[in-house]
């Protein structure tokens, strides 16, 4: 476990959301060799299996911002990394960051972190109210099309802002940079040649796409100093197993997700 108690206020925090990642794609990817940066990345070079709190992108969300990342996939009282303090918590514990706040970009804020959105899929989407709800949350919130669902290149497009926002804050500010990748979401056909539909092996290829521009994220993570890295799904996707399709529905593809947290180091000769 994390101590929280000691990261928040001299680390940055980079929560990555690989929205819509199946585990066993994000599994099968990891042995096929598709994803060399996440494989050298990951702890132990695997991903942990976790249960998604929400079947869809915005219920899963707003649980995030409320503290509850994925629960690891197996029995016990699972000590939280973040908390937003409310009567009756039992997943509290001594490493946990509570934040007297209704949410953790603005507790976050409240301890002097910048906080940044940068959206991908709807959810993030300035056009309609509800698609302000969740960016709403944060100090500042960016979002184009080009970012979005239906451009093959967006996940570049978001790295490359997302770096450059972690180079605009100078040293003794901490940054907590939410991410939401869309390249995984449907449509993901686009990233295997000749592909008719979305599939498994769609989503990998697209995953193999996100993982080819991560490294952009974690040389500005790095040139600022220590930083805090969750990497995790939202939620799966189903395929057409056992009859079911999309998300948002109580199946298996779609509650179990892969999940990283971990420390990185400053780059040598940055101050911490």
């Known amino acids: 476990m994390i101590d929280m108690q000691a990261v928040v206020g001299s680390h940055d925090i980079a929560l990555v959301t690989l929205?819509?990642?199946r585990m066993d794609v994000a599994e099968e990817a990891l042995r096929r060799g598709q994803t060399p940066n996440l494989a050298r990345l990951l702890p132990g070079g695997a991903w942990e299996r976790r249960?998604?709190?929400g079947s869809f992108t915005y219920a899963a969300?707003?649980?995030f911002f409320a503290g509850?990342?994925?629960t690891p996939a197996r029995p016990g009282r699972h000590e939280r990394l973040f908390a937003c303090a409310f009567p009756g918590s039992e997943t509290i514990g001594p490493s946990t960051c509570v934040l007297d706040?209704?949410?953790v970009p603005s507790g976050l804020a409240g301890r002097g972190y910048r906080t940044v959105c940068v959206g991908g899929v709807g959810f993030f989407n300035p056009a309609s109210p509800l698609g302000r709800v969740l960016p709403g949350l944060f100090q500042e919130a960016h979002w184009s099309?080009?970012?979005g669902v239906t451009d093959p290149r967006s996940t570049e497009r978001q790295m490359a802002l997302a770096a450059r926002i972690l180079g605009e804050e100078p040293p003794g500010r901490q940054v907590f940079l939410f991410l939401n990748v869309s390249a995984l979401h449907q449509p993901n056909r686009h990233y295997l040649p000749g592909?008719?539909?979305d599939s498994p092996a769609t989503q990998a290829a697209a995953l193999a796409y996100v993982d080819a521009q991560l490294p952009v994220l974690l040389e500005a993570l790095a040139r600022r100093g220590p930083a805090l890295l969750i990497l995790t799904s939202d939620h799966g996707e189903a395929y057409g197993e056992e009859g079911w399709r999309g998300h948002r529905l109580a199946h298996e593809t779609v509650w179990?997700?892969?999940?990283?947290e971990l420390l990185l180091p400053a780059r040598e000769g940055v101050a911490a």
């Open 101 to 103: 706040a209704p949410d």
């Open 145 to 147: 099309a080009d970012m």
């Open 195 to 197: 592909a008719a539909e």
């Open 256 to 260: 179990t997700v892969p999940y990283a």
């Open 51 to 53: 249960h998604t709190p």
């Open 68 to 70: 509850f990342l994925p």
């Open 61 to 63: 969300h707003a649980a």
């Open 19 to 21: 929205d819509t990642l």
